[in-house]
């Protein structure tokens, strides 16, 4: 029966590729994916061509149509999200719920993403984590979730762009300036950069600079029991 293979993509080192990725991008019929320009440049540098289909959040569910269609004609298919794994800030939830509907199986290819990335240098203990993602763009929102997540006693993680990332810390830092913060900058690339501290250390030393550049990762401890 014909598979829908989720798979899981580099986040910025191309060399941590698996080689069950490879397999599987090489050898299905149609490769789904969330950026198809950005794709093509991975699977060339890999030497793999395949049709691509653009599965992007605005056009999941439609996209999710046109896959069922192929997998109905026996045809396998990957999808991948621009980096990491699929799901997590990502595109893939409503495919991955339309094909199961559709009676088709599902396998995922586990590989790199941002989240887990971080938590391997952490020095953060705990045995439970809030992973919240990309927190709202709009200010009061925002701020109110982190008031939220402040309270809380297990660690969170947040995805922030280079736009947002000094108001994210200054929204922690104006409630628990004391509060410990890990900060992953372009992992696994050339110019990867890691940033610990308290809450206000952070944010100082990320205001300091000329410019941010890259995507950011954000690690805070949990709120300490009384």
């Known amino acids: ?7 899981a993509t580099p986040i910025g080192n191309l060399g941590d590729i698996t080689l069950r990725a490879l397999e599987v991008l090489r050898s299905v019929d149609t490769i789904a994916c969330e950026d198809t320009r950005h794709t093509r440049k991975l699977l060339t540098h890999f030497e793999i061509s395949k049709p691509l289909v653009s599965c992007r959040s605005q056009n999941e569910v439609q996209a999710a149509g046109r896959l069922i269609e192929r997998l109905q004609e026996d045809q396998d298919v990957a999808f991948v999200s621009d980096a990491g794994t699929p799901g997590l800030s990502d595109p893939g939830q409503r495919l991955v719920r339309e094909v199961r ?19 391997s ?35 969170f993680v947040l995805y922030e762009s280079p736009h947002r990332i000094l108001k994210i810390l200054a929204n922690i830092a104006d409630k628990e300036p004391e509060r410990q913060v890990l900060v992953g900058r ?14 206000s250390e952070v944010l100082e030393q990320l205001e300091s600079r000329n410019s941010l550049k890259g995507e950011f990762v954000i690690l805070v401890s949990g709120r300490k029991k009384s």
């Open 121 to 155: 240098v952490s020095e953060f203990g705990g045995r439970t984590l809030t992973f919240d993602g990309f927190l709202s763009p709009k200010g009061g929102k925002r701020s109110s979730r982190i008031a939220e997540l402040l309270k809380r006693e297990e660690n």
């Open 1 to 7: 029966m014909a598979t829908l293979f989720i798979v």
């Open 186 to 199: 372009e992992m696994t690339k050339m110019h990867e950069e890691f940033v610990s501290g308290t809450a």
């Open 101 to 119: 509907a559709a009676g088709f199986p599902i396998v995922p290819l586990p590989g790199a993403s941002a989240l887990t990335t971080l938590m």
